[in-house]
């Protein structure tokens, strides 16, 4: 041995042949900077093959435990220091790995080894250690940082070494151990669910242990996955006292609230919404002006009267950034007592609003508005369905006296649905996105099981109100940009040059130029009204949707790409968005000449909040109705279903059900005995010896071959191809040798990707 090891005499008794020992390893790396495995041994002297491979085994075990880095083709290897260390959120998969989520870097990948320590959501520090043979950068976890959650929800099983509470996704690689005086305690049967507490975190050789606080009864499988997910998500669902305590602490309005506010109680103002909204918080009231113009009033609750700044309310509804809704329960942002009383614009009640009075041309121009603090009393609580059925037959004897009873109410509306039929014209001129796509819900029965999975229909009444909240949107935008104030932007930022690329790309199918770089709205809207009417609409249009960026809240106005605006913000649901809340305090401290609150949070922090907290939302709500589906398919496995080609991937076919509108994939093994080989650009999967094509919009009959709860996925056998789309009629021709992938002889380890890709959400919603 030719180098001088302080450790040399452990080595020595650990190995018959020794070799440097970390340390040294460590401060000889240190000294050089950066050395490759070559130059190490060179260092030290070694030259026997079998000392020079136990050098290499240690400096992999060195990079996988975050002691040293590597990259590059030879491996180059360097010390990690503070510098290399980074904070993120884990992110589980249900098949036990998972990920370091980084903001400004590619996620660090987390073997199996690495989520002993860990659950979902926790905040940890950690390093990248090398990069695996799929491109991922490996990661390990210095520290865990912070815990999402210290309490979750599962189910009491039993093995050899005793009692253990197993997790469902994403944190099903977590049992947690109990003891057998907590079960039998509180008499716990094996397979109920329960809420258990942690008392000690897991580490690599030992799992979490806790404690049993709650049986939860199994009965109505939607309630308890909620309360699952609410956990899991870390949403907040209880107020806290001192919230509870200043919203009760208010009363039913008098002439002190009353008082400086403008009077429009004469108005004929009405709600408009669906059928079990509970919560109204915008009213609408139109009317012809002189010349053919319009002057239209919306009419947003007054939160802010209620919500003061920095109060415990508001530190919740700041916690909770918007209301989650799930099937058939929502958890809102403020209580109940306010979101569903006080500051719900009940028919028949005065009640505190915040108004945008708008003034429009006749050929559909904003020419004026004000924003005002004010006193409404709405005349009628109307649903979508009335108001559409009255517009196509206005004496309807069905429909309430509140509406065809009211001569001023009926005036309202039907000068409402004038507006809306100019405002959709200016729509079109300004290339205003409008895709083909379906959202569903989901109907229950009596015992909270589905009845069925039907699709949302909008009606003219449906975009009469949207178009009303673009334009007090668009107004609010405008009046804070001009005078400056402290507020957050609802942005849509334009689709980067990868996205347009591969649109571009997608257009020749229809014989449609589409640019390589920087879209604008009407190249979209081109390729929107020529496929608009065929029956693969709905897919072409969802991968449309697909190319777009996500939109999100700053205090940098970017507009909004998607409804083509150079300026937005959300003004109109206070009530549920916090966002809404902080423009209407900005705004009213303006006209009423007051200060501009001073809050405890940053405007760059307000926006990473309740962006993180709308996503947060959404996720959680795209979980449960994922589950819901599963756990309702589990009772049709073996049955057959027709259905329609939505996405195609190189492992297969996503397949949605066409009357429950449910997904599934049809992997590539069962899509049929030909070789079968990807083309992107094209999106087809097409048969190198047969000439089998399949793509976009084909319409099949399948299987339901199993669901896994676990990982929520369903998998359809492919029984029978029905009719293929416009665009699939043919064999195309050959992709370039560069471009197709050979599809794999097994089942992807990981559909996380092409699983989020298929599940749209629409990002342009008002």
């Known amino acids: ?16 042949n020794p070799i440097p020992s970390r340390e040294l390893i460590l401060s000889t790396i240190n000294e050089h900077g950066e050395v490759t495995h070559q130059q190490l041994a060179k260092a030290f002297n070694i030259d026997d093959p079998d000392q020079f491979d136990a050098l290499g085994n240690r400096l992999k075990a060195m990079a996988r435990d975050g002691q040293v880095n590597r990259d590059g083709r030879p491996y180059r290897y360097r010390t990690v220091t503070k510098q290399d260390i980074v904070s993120g959120t884990v992110s589980a998969h249900p098949k036990g790995f998972g990920f370091v989520v980084l903001s400004d870097m590619p996620d660090l990948f987390l073997h199996e080894k690495q989520m002993r320590w860990v659950f979902n959501g926790d905040t940890v520090a950690a390093v990248g250690t090398s990069t695996d043979n799929r491109g991922r950068t490996e990661g390990r976890i210095v520290d865990v940082v912070e815990r999402r959650q210290n309490n979750f929800i599962g189910t009491l099983a039993r093995d050899e070494d005793g009692y253990c509470v197993e997790l469902g996704s994403p944190n099903n690689h977590q049992p947690i151990t109990v003891t057998d005086d907590n079960v039998q305690a509180l008499n716990i049967k094996q397979g109920a669910p329960v809420k258990v507490d942690i008392i000690d975190w897991p580490n690599q050789h030992e799992f979490a242990t806790g404690k049993i606080t709650e049986v939860l009864s199994d009965d109505n499988d939607r309630e308890l996955i909620i309360e699952t997910t609410l956990l899991n998500y870390d949403i907040p669902s209880d107020f806290s006292e001192a919230a509870l305590k200043q919203a009760d602490d208010y009363q039913e309005p008098t002439e002190k609230d009353i008082k400086g506010r403008t009077d429009i109680r004469h108005l004929p103002l009405v709600t408009i919404d669906g059928e079990d909204a509970r919560d109204f918080d915008d009213a609408v009231f139109a009317e012809k002006r002189s010349g053919g113009n319009y002057r239209v009033v919306v009419a947003i ?12 309310l508001d530190q919740d509804a700041y916690e909770r950034g918007t209301s989650v809704y799930f099937p058939h329960r929502v958890i809102p942002m403020l209580p109940e007592v306010l979101s569903n009383g006080l500051c719900s614009l009940n028919p028949n009640l005065d009640r505190l609003c915040m108004v945008a009075d708008i003034k429009i041309s006749r050929a559909g121009k904003v020419t004026g508005y004000e924003f005002y603090p004010s006193v409404m009393h709405s005349q009628a609580r109307l649903t979508y369905n009335q108001v559409n059925d009255y517009l196509v037959n206005p004496n309807d004897k069905r429909l309430p006296k509140s509406l065809t009873g009211n001569k001023d109410v009926k005036k309202s509306v039907d000068t409402l649905h004038q507006l809306y039929e100019l405002l959709l014209k200016k729509r079109e001129e300004r290339h205003a996105m409008e895709f083909e796509t379906v959202e569903t819900y989901i109907k229950f029965n009596e015992k909270g099981g589905i009845e069925a999975i039907l699709p949302r229909t909008r009606g003219d009444s449906q975009k009469l109100i949207e178009e009303c909240m673009l334009l007090a949107n668009t107004c609010a935008a405008n009046f804070a940009l001009k005078h400056e ?27 449609l130029p589409f640019p390589e770089e920087n879209p604008t709205q009407a190249d979209y809207q081109r ?36 409804l083509a605006y150079d300026e937005y913000s959300h003004f109109t649901s206070p009530i549920r968005r916090y966002p809404d809340l902080m423009l209407h305090r900005a705004i009213k401290a303006k006209v009423t000449n007051s200060q501009q609150p001073v809050m405890d949070f940053s405007l760059e922090g307000a926006g990473t ?92 009959k399948v299987k339901v071959a199993g669901v896994n709860m676990d990982l929520l996925q369903i998998d359809f056998d492919l029984k029978a191809k029905l009719q293929s789309s416009a665009m699939n009629q043919s064999k195309k021709a050959q992709p370039k040798k560069e471009q197709p992938k050979k599809a794999p002889a097994k089942r992807s380890s990981n559909r996380r990707g092409a699983a989020k890709k298929a599940k749209l959400r629409l990002i342009l919603r008002y």
């Open 609 to 700: 909040q309740t962006s993180d907290t709308e996503r947060r939302a959404e996720k959680a709500s795209r979980y449960v109705e994922s589950w819901l589906k599963c756990h309702y398919m589990t009772d049709h496995v073996g049955e057959e279903f027709e259905g329609v080609v939505t996405t195609v991937t190189s492992f297969g076919l996503f397949v949605t059900l066409t009357d429950l509108y449910i997904d599934g994939l049809v992997h590539i093994s069962n899509v049929g005995d030909d070789f079968f080989v990807y083309d992107e650009q094209q999106q087809q999967l097409i048969g190198k010896d047969k000439g089998t094509l399949f793509g976009l919009g084909d319409s099949v």
């Open 485 to 511: 104030l402290p507020v957050l932007y609802r942005n849509h930022d334009k689709p980067d040059n990868e996205k347009s690329m591969r649109i571009h790309e997608y257009a020749k199918n229809f014989g």
């Open 527 to 562: 390729i929107i009204e020529a496929t608009k009417d065929r029956p693969d609409a709905i897919s072409i249009h969802s991968m449309l949707l697909r190319s777009m960026m996500q939109a999100n809240y700053a205090p940098d106005n970017i507009g909004h790409f998607g």
């Open 1 to 16: 041995m030719s180098w001088n090891d302080p450790n040399a005499s452990s080595e020595a008794k650990k190995y018959d």
């Open 301 to 312: 609750a007054d939160v802010s009267y209620y919500v003061t700044p920095n109060s415990p």
